[in-house]
């Protein structure tokens, strides 16, 4: 005997309720985000900056690409980072933490996490992450970084300024761009310490503790572009060995900021062949704005010092790398570069131009075709929300006529 055939008026209501269901529950998922938080572009781009927090915030989307935890009171997180495995940019800056989280996500490009109270990178925080692009280090209480031959090999910017480095560290990854060992107590630069890093174009050494140099320690530096050698003791008195940096110095092909013994503000065969093209000299003493009293011999300055400071992206947002900022650094009507300033530690969205003495230590092709696609994607999740919306309340007037 053959069962009963279901009306269709109840299968109708049946099929209406279940995709009722599914678009209120996905809608749900869309729309995730802590509550301590603001978050963006479909919720993947999270802000927990400034909120107080001592730990991650609950409701954190698996597939979320940046996550800002800035300045906040974090003592550790163990591994609860580990399974975003879509995460790309990581600021930590500002917070308690000792030591940088274990296991952290191998899809990052981009990890910050200055003003911490690091006193230790070891070689297992960094041995697996072949993505990452940036390393910000900067203010913490830094002796000695640990890399093993061969890894890193994608980072570009290492920022290990103000903290407490004695001499450089040795197996740098290869490909680098850019270094700031600026403001630390440097005094000497091993041999073949930077025969291995034939890319790196920006090189920030101010505001160290270097007396001399040894003769052809830079030679292997094909690529460089800009020195920074301002701010440092040196042993002026000492003639010959000191004539041979100031040689080095004045025919060297990159633009060397600080000349060795104030011989003059800027040296280099590049800045001797274009001699329309100036740059505000300067000692390079600054420190950054958020930099605190841990600093030795700023006590007392003003905190609300607007400070020149020697790379951008010390200066500007992580939220660069993500193409939520266009960058907009360029050069001005008297031909000094510029960048972009935070006037207020906890508003990402307030900045101020100041210029720069030094060039900027990325690349400034910050790929605009990217970022449309991401806005193209970003926009047709909207419309695909709105349409979702649409059809949910075609079926609830629809159950509603039935």
């Known amino acids: 005997m053959r069962a009963p055939a279901m009306p269709v008026c109840s299968a109708s209501l049946l ?38 927090l001592t730990k991650l915030p609950p409701g954190l989307q698996h597939n979320i690409h940046f996550l800002n935890l800035s300045f906040n009171s974090l003592q550790g997180l163990e591994s609860q980072l580990t399974h975003y495995a879509h995460l790309r940019t990581l600021d930590l800056s500002y917070n308690r933490l000792e030591t940088l989280p274990p296991a952290l996500p191998r899809s990052l490009w981009d990890i910050r996490a200055a003003g911490n109270h690091l006193r230790l990178l070891d070689k297992s925080d960094t041995a697996y992450h072949w993505n990452l692009k ?28 103000h903290n407490k480095f004695w001499t450089v560290p040795t197996n740098l990854p290869h490909n680098l761009e850019s270094i700031d060992l600026s403001h630390n107590y440097l005094m000497q630069i091993l041999p073949g310490s930077l025969d291995r890093l034939p890319k790196l174009a920006k090189f920030f050494l101010h505001a160290n503790r270097f007396s001399l140099l040894s003769k052809g320690i830079f030679d292997k530096l094909v690529g460089l572009e800009v020195l920074t050698l301002g701010d440092n003791p040196w042993a002026c008195e000492e003639e010959e060995n000191i004539t041979k940096l100031l040689t080095w110095a004045e025919q060297t092909r990159a633009t060397i900021l600080g000349c060795p013994c104030y011989t003059r503000p800027i040296c280099g065969q590049t800045h001797q062949a274009t001699p329309g093209r100036e740059w505000h000299s300067a000692l390079f003493t600054e420190i950054p704005l958020w930099v605190n009293s841990r600093v030795e011999g700023h006590d007392g300055q003003s905190p609300a010092r607007i400070a020149e400071v020697t790379s951008s992206y010390q200066a500007k947002s992580a939220l660069f790398e993500t193409g939520i900022y266009q960058d907009k650094r360029g050069v001005n009507e008297s031909g000094d570069h510029r960048l972009f300033v935070w006037t207020s530690p906890t508003n990402f969205d307030s900045f101020s131009t100041h210029t720069k003495t030094t060039a900027s230590p990325l690349s400034s092709t910050q790929k605009p075709k990217a970022a449309n696609s991401r806005n193209k994607c970003h926009r047709l999740l909207i419309d695909i929300q709105q349409t979702i919306t649409l059809t949910i309340l075609a079926m609830i007037t629809a159950f509603n006529t039935f």
């Open 15 to 52: 099929c209406l309720f279940l995709l009722l269901l599914c678009g209120l529950l996905g809608g749900w998922v869309l729309s995730i985000c802590p509550t301590v938080c603001s978050c963006s572009r479909g919720h993947r781009v999270v802000d927990c900056s400034s909120r107080g």
């Open 134 to 161: 940036v390393l910000d280090l900067s203010d913490n209480e830094l002796e000695r970084v640990v890399f093993i031959n061969n890894t890193l090999a994608s980072l570009q910017a290492l920022n290990l300024s």
